[in-house]
């Protein structure tokens, strides 16, 4: 749930305003320093947006839906296999892009591209987390590009970077720009 969330009450705002208001856009990039958070927030938009139990615009965090959202098994890091494609969690519509070794795979980007346009399995629409976006080479990049042109209505796709200027110009230019502050310690 948001409320678990330490920090940035601004984009919790923001994004509990996009689900209520039915707008959450289909590409989203989650800009910010290292270590922040943003990859919480960016489960914790698809399970509000999933959530069965409650029509308001956090997730109720207990449900079926809400606890498979946010399970995911870490790929393992010897078999570069598990990173040319989509790692989905336990819910069949929220799936995880990390770069294996330094960079993200080109397979793994045509992998989500052809995930993308399937239908929801269980929820009236699909979500997308690729970590570390700017690890993508100029192969994967254009390759996400295309799909970013042509956003399937029912998918979401939440790139995650503390690094946006790694990013091509066009692929920043069909986000909206969520900026993460930095989390005060205490």
Partial sequence: MFADLAGNELVKRSLKRLIADGRVPNALLFTGRDAIGKRRFAIELARAFLCNETSDSEGCGKCPACTRAATFHEPDRERKDEFERVNFSEHGDVGMIVPYRRSILVAAIRDLEREAFFRP?????????????????????????????????????????????????????RCQTIRFAPVPTE
């Avoid at 570390?132 to 100029?138: E, F, L, P, Q, V």
């Avoid at 990049?141 to 990013?167: F, Q, W, Y």
Wanted: charged share 30%; proline share 6%.
């Fill in 121 to 173: 399995f269980e929820a009236r629409a699909r979500f997308f987390i690729i970590d570390d976006a700017d690890r993508m080479n100029d192969s994967a990049s254009n390759a996400l590009l295309k799909t970013l042109e042509e956003p399937p209505a029912s998918s979401h796709i939440v790139l995650i970077t503390s690094r946006p200027d790694r990013l091509m110009r066009t692929i920043r230019s």
